[in-house]
């Protein structure tokens, strides 16, 4: 009973796709599913399968083609749109390109749900925006114009809009696509906290598999025909993940969930020593197209325990030396004979 | 972090002080050019006489030169710079296109067209010179319908059409498109109802009666008052309608005000006024540089009196005060609204697609 009042969203057998006249194209099987109270949830799946048309519908921006959505218990259609924005906001990897927009102003609009007919912001909006500015860190920022942002930034300001509008369920569709990597990692730690101290739901999709296996509680991985959902350690588990890829092209690590390139070809090589070092020895050997033997082969790598900063090829009665890991791999690939 | 909020709150509110002090400056000119307006003319009259004809009553010639030619024509000149101007900032807005106003995009045409369909289609009786009472309405009713019309068209093509400089091109291909049906209705047409059209064409602030007077009054009244009701839609559509409907927009909803809203304004000045050009589109940008915002509770009044003050001066002008000579209205607006329009086009790498 416990997780039946955690439990804000909740979908019954939604069909969702477009409608264009009278035919409807339904993108997925019913989707029956639910998101709690502070749930990180990633939405994972190929281009094109239905990510961001799930989203739109959950943000009531697109109709559903049948079944339900509940929000708190409650119908979808029964809610006005403000009422709606009260409770679900949404961004996505569309620009505001707007001049003479000031952060602040951005930030603002945000509370286009609670205010009057001409948009009044009063005292009670004004701290609201405040404190949503502050979880951003973009205080500094609130009377800068948007267009001068970067991509990052300009993000975090979206972000601080959607808290402004006092949403509790945030729905963000590849919020840190086509931003550096820094900006990126700074926008996944926001969304991390806003679930976990800030008691936000997030619904997110992403290309990033790594990132939502690492961060999130829960992951919709959508399929050519179904939906999985479960933690990302439950999918793994299950293997999941496997159909997303084409598995002769890439190999998917379910230890680690890491990828890698299906191209040992090269043969297989020996490596004798242990530690970080060997860890990422074992990653350029095998990048370079080399399968890590179990057995001792001719030629095989020794890595020299303490600090030095070596390799060594043992090849039959002699020993190369190498001193980095690039070096290594030339030496490999030099050797004439296939090993 | 004190001291940031506290710098903050002193720029808002010096912000907020500037805020003020522009509108007192453009209110002030407001009422400096309609006085000018008023005062200059291609009659030479002395101030003191002007002002004898207002409160005295007296000198019956000028008398009737003051109160029924330049004041009629002086307030007929601020209702167009009004509507004009504020029909630009909502469509600006709507359309998300910086080059967006209803002379470029063709919506002067459509209500060139409406007029066109009343006085060549039904009778020369109806034309703005002779008509009175309902006929005003007719006519200016023609003209929301021509103008509404283009602007759908533009709605659905720029609702396709991203690129704010094919919407703008197709917008002329448009209003060329409806010259030519405009002109196939000339060919065909009597001399007389030809005639009154031509006449109609040419544009002028001075022509009306009162009692179109009154209809342009109540019906660009009635856009203001639905335009100030739009202001916080139009900041919600500033971030695209998808945002939009997600703060709770109903997209829809506001789009038909909007669409109404610019019909109305755009359409009552060309029925009685004919097409007169770019003030539009160059108002709203020169409010956009005097305020730098894009909050329209402070853009609309702002048009509405900058918007005010350009036709003033544009009608100041077009009298060439001093000399006999009076230069059609259109010419004047159209030399101080394209070298604004230039300028935004050469700007546009900075303003790559936003406005």
Known sequence: MMENIKEILNLDSLKIGYQSGKSKKVLLPPITSSAGRGELIAVIGRNGVGK???????TGLQLPLGGNIFYYGKKISGYSKMELAQKVGFISTEVVKVSNMKVYDLVALGRFPHTNWIGKIESDDRSK?????????????????????????????????????????MIMDEPTAFIDITGKYEILQLMHTLTHTSDKTIIFSTHDLQMAINQSDKVWLILENELIEGAPEDLMIAGAFDHLFDSSVVDFNSEDG??????????????????????????????????VSKEKTNPYIIIPSGNNNFWKLSVGSYTYECTSLYELIKCLDRMPQSI | MKKIIQ??????????????????????????????DIFLGSVNIRPTDVLRAVFNHSNSNLETIIIKFRFPKAITA????????LSGLQMQTVFRNPMAGPYVLGISSGASLGVAFVIMGFSAN?????????????????????????????MIISSRVKDVITVLILGIMLSSGISAIVMIMQYFSSESMLKSYILWTMGSLGNLTSGQLNVLLISVATGVILSLFSSKMLNALLLGENYAGSIGLNVKFARTIIFVCTSILAGSVTAFCGPIGFIGIAVPHIVRILFRTSDHRILIPGTILTGGAVMLISDII???????SVLPVNAVTSLIGIPVVIWIILGNRKYSGTF
């Open chain 2, 318 to 324: 077009s009298q060439l005060p001093g000399s006999k």
């Open chain 2, 78 to 85: 601020l209702t167009v710079g009004v509507a004009l101007s």
């Open chain 1, 129 to 169: 925006i405040n404190d949503a500015l502050a979880k951003t860190s973009m205080q500094t920022f609130s009377m800068k114009f948007v267009s001068r942002l970067s991509d990052g930034e300009r993000q975090k300001v979206m972000i601080a809009r959607l808290l402004a509008q006092d949403a509790s369920i």
């Open chain 2, 126 to 154: 109806i034309s703005p010179d002779n008509i009175s009472g309902l006929g005003n309405w007719i006519l200016v009713a023609a003209s929301w319908v021509g103008a509404g019309a283009v602007m759908l068209l533009i």
């Open chain 2, 7 to 36: 710098n903050e709150l002193t720029e808002e509110i010096k912000s907020g002080r500037n805020v003020r002090l522009i509108f007192f400056g453009l209110a002030l000119m407001v009422v400096l050019f309609l006085i000018l």
């Open chain 1, 258 to 291: 890491t990828f890698s390139f299906r191209n040992n070809t090269k043969g297989s090589i020996y490596i004798e020593g242990k530690g970080h070092k060997r860890h990422w020895t074992e990653k350029a050997i095998s990048r370079a197209g080399f399968h």
């Open chain 1, 52 to 58: 961001s048309t799930l989203l739109r519908t959950l």
